[in-house]
């Protein structure tokens, strides 16, 4: 399988509604589109399959904050808290914490508790949020068991973060729910929480935020050791990092696992 063109094709079979409307805009009306920079494989498919060709338009990316340009941005949103320092200073997280008045929620986390306490709770509410939205294919537990495989599966690959095609992607959701992944699926692991283009290979994404690798592959890990390591798929070639033993730790501590 072409993991390109497959993936390719699934996210155009998706968006033919866009391009319905923005091909029906009349000249001199502009149209405000948003999304995950990581979605589409280059500029040029993001034209095609917004129904952009012929016409002016101007492409801006957020970038990532700095803690100065974070605390800005918060500062103009009325959140005056200090910011934890595990939580990711990614526009995306932030504006979403925002938009979805969590903010109060996710600073009542207490980071006092370890890395794997606070990563379990954000991940949980990350993962909530994917489901939730609309058209969404997978509830937030596959979501996450999606998530934690591809963590895993960077793990045998030179990198470390990536590149994650779009068969490892296919394939994750296959291995955790037994089931093909559809177009709506399809659609739905490309905009995955975490995950960013990986500019020197087209088509492919990597994981962004070291601290949500770490926290992702520790609870791959531990869902590994409570079943006798029955879903264990890939040679690693690097090891658990700090955070991702953290991770391990905290949630085999949660189930109550024994030496056994």
């Not at 149209?31 to 060709?53: K, P, Q």
């Not at 006092?112 to 909530?128: E, M, P, V």
Request: aromatic fraction near 8%; proline fraction near 4%.
């Amino acid at each position: 399988m072409d993991n390109k063109n497959f993936m390719r094709d699934a996210r155009r079979k998706a968006l033919q509604g866009v391009r319905d409307f923005t091909q029906k805009v009349p000249d001199g009306v502009g149209v405000f589109i948003c999304g995950r920079d990581h979605y589409f494989d280059s500029i040029s498919e993001l034209t095609t399959s917004l129904g952009l060709s012929g016409r002016p338009y101007t492409v801006v990316d957020l970038e990532e904050f700095t803690e100065a340009s974070a605390n800005d941005f918060l500062r103009r949103n009325e959140i005056t808290e200090p910011l934890p320092d595990w939580l990711p200073r990614k526009p995306l997280i932030l504006s979403y914490l925002l938009r979805n008045k969590l903010f109060a929620e996710i600073l009542s986390i207490d980071a006092s508790k370890g890395f794997g306490y606070a990563w379990d709770n954000f991940l949980a509410r990350i993962c909530d949020r994917e489901a939730g939205l609309e058209n969404s294919s997978m509830d937030p537990a596959t979501i996450r068991a999606v998530l934690e495989r591809l963590a895993d599966v960077v793990r045998a690959k030179p990198s470390g973060t990536g590149p994650i095609t779009g068969n490892d992607l296919a394939d994750a959701y296959s291995d955790e729910t037994g089931q093909a992944a559809g177009e709506g699926v399809l659609a739905q692991l490309q905009r995955l929480p975490g995950l960013t283009q990986r500019d020197s290979e087209a088509g492919s994404r990597a994981f962004v935020d070291h601290d949500m690798l770490g926290a992702l592959q520790g609870g791959a890990f531990a869902r590994q050791a409570l079943t006798g390591f029955q879903t264990a798929t890939v040679a690693a070639l690097s090891e658990l990092s700090d955070r991702a033993i953290s991770m391990a730790t905290y949630l085999l501590v949660k189930e109550q696992a024994t030496a056994d």
